[in-house]
């Protein structure tokens, strides 16, 4: 089966610009996820949908922070305007069910801010 | 919410060594996993274990939910087990919404 798959894997960008990223989840996944982790911490969830559907969104900054996953397969996580503690890798993991399935990861897209 | 302290913080090894790496969290759960991320930034989920013992390979793992910690053990370590290991749990009121622990980076050397 293939991997959870995101692009691009590496960004660079002035704070006040816009970035986005893609993520499309293992076929047959209900759920996905993404993650900000900054350097040295654990990853910290921002979203998760189930379907196209938002189940936790309390965790997403959402003056600048925004996604979706409208036919309910890949998703697009967007940020606008950026800065400078903005900075991390963005991971998108997905699972075939809410709560009590394994997540599995994808290798992240790494943001820079200057 | 929950709270996941994971210790060491840091672990170095010479191969072939075992080591125990150890989870801790603050509420009741219903599922707990351990993750490790490689040195290039890949998370691998490595056990979905919400009590008892499994065991795949050199590493397997033990939680004990009564008393809320768990265990990750490896045994015979390679140079390829470095990196950091995560354990996650779910956060009070959502079952499926993990918070991620402080990490143990492992690094194992020849």
């Known amino acids: 089966e293939a991997g959870v798959a995101q692009s691009p894997r590496y960004k660079i960008i002035e704070k006040r610009q816009s970035v986005a990223f893609w993520c499309n989840p293992i076929s047959g996944h209900a759920t996905l996820y993404w993650y900000q982790q900054i350097l040295g911490q654990g990853p910290k969830l921002l979203i998760q949908?189930?379907?196209?559907?938002?189940?936790?969104d309390s965790q997403l900054p959402k003056d600048r922070f925004s996604a979706e996953r409208l036919k309910g397969v890949d998703s697009t996580l967007k940020i606008q305007p950026a800065k400078l503690e903005d900075s991390a890798v963005y991971l998108c993991?997905?699972?075939?069910?809410?709560?009590?399935?394994?997540?599995?990861f994808g290798a992240g897209s790494r943001l820079t801010v200057l | 919410g929950i709270q996941v302290e994971q210790s060491p913080p840091d672990l170095i090894l010479q191969e072939g060594a075992n080591s125990t790496l150890r989870c801790n969290f603050s509420?009741?759960?219903?599922?707990l996993q351990w993750f490790h991320q490689n040195p290039w930034g890949q998370l691998i989920n490595l056990f979905y274990?919400?009590?008892g013992t499994k065991q795949n390979g050199r590493l397997s793992a033990t939680t004990v939910a009564t008393e809320r910690y768990s265990l990750l053990y490896i045994s015979s370590s390679q140079t390829t087990d470095s990196g950091v290991y995560f354990c996650a749990v779910p956060g009070t009121g959502t079952a499926s919404k993990l918070t991620f622990g402080t990490g143990t980076r492992l690094q194992v050397t020849l």
């Open positions: 949908f189930q379907n196209n559907g938002v189940v936790d």
């Open positions: 509420d009741s759960v219903n599922n």
């Open positions: 993991a997905s699972s075939r069910i809410s709560g009590a399935n394994v997540l599995t």
């Open positions: 274990i919400p009590s």
